[in-house]
């Protein structure tokens, strides 16, 4: 059987986030088991009922990537506590129009880093409490909320042998995961 595939949605828009980063270092650490597939958020138009009429390019391809993918990875920064709305547009635009949503179904992980010891907590709880509501397949343990720390990555690299260790278990349990819902 083919590797599962993963369309990454990575909350932060900024190039060089830290949000960014890891996700990359994620793709790094899961070659060979989990297909990465990151999938832009960032040319979303604002979600607009109205816009179904001549529905945007971005939005078509978006929902045809998440559609393709095995499952999903929802990567997210913490801003006042919350995912960004970034994220909440594109669950959005994912979950429309009515009866055809691409999010039912799909085996999805949700993780984050920030520099703050908490990690990505208040983000994260409230994506899952919204990959819920659109139906994914949340997988519950382990959680994982890193706090960036010095020696943790390396550009796009988590380089800190605890971490690889960490998140390459994370990522084999979410390979077996997809596999068991795909």
């Given at each position: 059987m083919?590797?599962?595939?993963?369309?990454?949605?990575?909350?932060?828009?900024?190039?060089?986030?830290?949000n960014?980063?890891?996700?990359?270092?994620?793709?790094?650490?899961?070659?060979?088991?989990?297909?990465?597939?990151?999938?832009?958020?960032?040319?979303?138009?604002?979600?607009?009922e109205?816009?179904?009429?001549?529905?945007?390019?971005?939005?078509?391809?978006?929902?045809?990537?998440?559609?393709?993918?095995?499952?999903?990875?929802?990567?997210?920064?913490?801003?006042?506590?919350?995912?960004?709305?970034?994220?909440?547009?594109?669950?959005?635009?994912?979950?429309?129009?009515?009866?055809?949503?691409c999010?039912?179904?799909?085996?999805?992980?949700?993780?984050?880093?920030?520099?703050?010891?908490?990690?990505?907590?208040?983000?994260?709880?409230?994506?899952?409490?919204?990959?819920?509501?659109?139906?994914?397949?949340?997988?519950?343990?382990?959680q994982?909320?890193?706090?960036?720390?010095?020696?943790?990555?390396?550009?796009?690299?988590?380089?800190?042998?605890?971490?690889?260790?960490?998140?390459g278990?994370?990522?084999?349990?979410f390979?077996?995961?997809?596999?068991?819902?795909?």
């Amino acid at each position: 059987m083919p590797m599962p595939t993963v369309a990454v949605l990575v909350g932060s828009l900024r190039a060089q986030s830290l949000n960014r980063r890891y996700a990359h270092a994620l793709a790094r650490l899961a070659e060979g088991t989990l297909e990465m597939r990151f999938c832009e958020i960032g040319d979303l138009p604002l979600y607009n009922e109205d816009l179904w009429a001549d529905p945007p390019v971005p939005v078509l391809r978006m929902k045809q990537e998440v559609q393709a993918a095995d499952a999903v990875m929802l990567i997210t920064p913490e801003y006042n506590r919350g995912t960004t709305p970034a994220m909440v547009n594109a669950l959005d635009w994912g979950s429309r129009p009515m009866g055809e949503s691409c999010w039912p179904d799909k085996p999805a992980a949700i993780s984050g880093i920030s520099p703050g010891a908490p990690g990505t907590l208040g983000a994260q709880k409230e994506l899952r409490e919204r990959a819920t509501v659109l139906g994914m397949q949340v997988m519950g343990l382990p959680q994982v909320y890193m706090q960036a720390s010095e020696g943790l990555m390396q550009d796009d690299r988590i380089i800190e042998a605890s971490a690889i260790d960490f998140l390459g278990g994370w990522l084999t349990k979410f390979a077996g995961f997809v596999e068991k819902h795909r």
